[in-house]
C-alpha cells in the first residue's frame, strides 16, 4: 500500500503523520507533497528522511490513497485531477456536500464508502464530526429529532496562523501593548468572536450551515439542527453545548449505557467539581469525551450534553486515516 500526504507541511499533515505513528498505520511507500515554497525540503519520519514532492509536477499514480491536507483551494484544483489514479481522502470542505462525494466518520456511516463516484472521499467539519459521534448511538436507540449546539471552537480550527496570534496577541495584552487582530475579525486574546467562517444572507455563518447540513448528510435528513459557532481563545480542542430532542421517551442510564459503549466515545460525567472534560484534557485524545448529560426539564423527551475533542485529531488527521483503515481493511 503506497501512501501520499498533500499538504505534508501543515497543520493537518503533520497530524497525520503523528497518527501514523499512533496508530501503527503500515504502508510500503510514503510521498510528502506540498507547495513549490516547500519543495525540497525534508521531513524525518519513521527513522527515514522524506524529501517534499512538488505538487505542482507530482505524479499522483505514485500512491493508492492520498490524503489531501491543504484546504478547499488546493482540493478544488487537484483532488479531481489526482483520483483519476489514486483514491482521494480529503479534509477540506470542497466536496462534502457533492452528491458523489460520500462524508464518512467511519464511526457513524462506514458504509457510505460503498456510494463513492468519483474516487474521493469527504473529511467532514471538525466541529461535525465530534457532534456526530456522540449523536449516532443516541439516534439509534432513541431517534433525533432536534438539535440545537453552541460550539467553543478553538484558534486551531483556523490553522497554524490563527494559534500564532492568540499566543502573540496575549503576550502583548499581558504587557500592556496596542493588538492588532490579522486572522480574526476582532482580538481573539482574552475575548470571545461569536463568528466562524462568513456570514450567509439569513445571518448564519457558514460554519453553523456546515454543521446544520453535514448532520443531515452523515447521519439523517430529517434531523433538524441550529447551530452557533463560537471562537476561543484556546489552541486545541472544541467544545459544544448540545440540547437534543428525541422523538422516543428516554432514561439517562440507557444514554450513559449507550455512550460508554459507542466506539470513540468517552464519558466523564461525575456530579462534582471538575468532574467533566475540559479542552485542555482533550487534545493530544483520540476520544470524543461527553459530560454534563442532564435532563432537559423544560421539553419532553430532551437532554442536554457537553462534547470535547481534540479538532485536529478527530476533526481531521484521525478521522481521515480510520477512513483509510476502513477502506484497506475492506479489500
Known amino acids: 500500500m503506497n501512501i501520499a500526504i498533500v499538504g505534508a507541511t501543515g497543520n493537518v499533515g503533520r497530524k497525520t503523520l503523528e497518527v501514523f505513528n499512533k ?33 505542482d509536477t507530482y505524479d499522483f499514480s505514485k500512491a493508492d490513497i492520498t490524503f489531501f491536507a491543504a484546504g478547499g483551494k488546493i482540493a478544488e484544483k487537484f483532488a479531481e485531477k489526482a483520483a483519476k489514479h489514486t483514491i482521494v481522502i480529503d479534509n477540506s470542505s470542497f466536496f462534502r456536500m457533492d452528491p458523489d462525494v460520500p462524508l464518512i466518520v467511519p464511526q457513524v456511516n462506514a458504509s457510505d464508502i460503498k456510494k463513492m463516484k468519483k474516487n474521493i472521499i469527504a473529511n467532514p467539519n471538525c466541529s461535525t464530526a465530534q457532534l456526530v459521534i456522540a449523536l449516532k448511538p443516541l439516534h439509534d436507540l432513541f431517534k433525533i429529532k432536534r438539535v440545537v449546539v453552541s460550539t467553543y471552537q478553538s484558534v486551531s480550527g483556523g490553522g497554524k496562523d490563527p494559534m500564532d496570534e492568540l499566543v502573540e496577541q496575549t503576550k502583548k495584552y499581558l504587557e500592556g501593548k496596542k493588538i492588532e487582530s490579522k486572522n480574526f475579525t476582532k482580538q481573539i486574546a482574552f475575548n470571545i468572536i461569536p463568528q466562524i467562517d462568513v456570514f450567509a444572507d439569513d445571518g448564519y455563518t457558514k460554519e453553523e450551515l456546515k454543521m446544520t447540513n453535514e448532520t443531515k448528510k452523515i447521519l439523517d ?19 459544544e453545548a448540545v440540547n437534543i430532542e428525541f422523538e422516543k421517551p428516554f432514561n439517562l442510564e440507557k444514554v450513559r449505557e449507550a455512550l460508554s459503549n459507542a466506539e470513540g466515545c468517552e464519558v466523564i460525567d461525575k456530579r462534582e467539581n471538575g468532574g467533566y472534560s475540559t479542552p485542555l484534557e482533550a487534545t493530544g485524545k483520540d476520544e470524543t469525551y461527553i459530560s454534563r448529560i442532564r435532563e432537559d426539564k423544560t421539553k419532553e423527551n430532551s437532554i442536554n450534553l457537553w462534547i470535547v475533542s481534540d479538532n485536529l485529531l478527530r476533526g481531521a488527521a484521525l478521522n481521515s486515516v480510520e477512513i483509510a483503515e476502513t477502506i484497506i481493511n475492506s479489500k
Do not use: Q, W
Request: glycine share 2%; net charge positive.
Open 23 to 55: 496508530k501503527n498505520f503500515k504502508f510500503d511507500n510514503l510521498h510528502l507533497v506540498a507547495s513549490k515554497k516547500s519543495a525540497g525540503k525534508k521531513i524525518s519520519f519513521r527513522d527515514k528522511e522524506y524529501e517534499i514532492e512538488n505538487l
Open 221 to 239: 435528513e430529517t434531523i433538524e439542527l441550529t447551530a452557533t459557532c463560537v471562537r476561543i481563545p484556546v489552541l486545541v480542542s472544541h467544545s
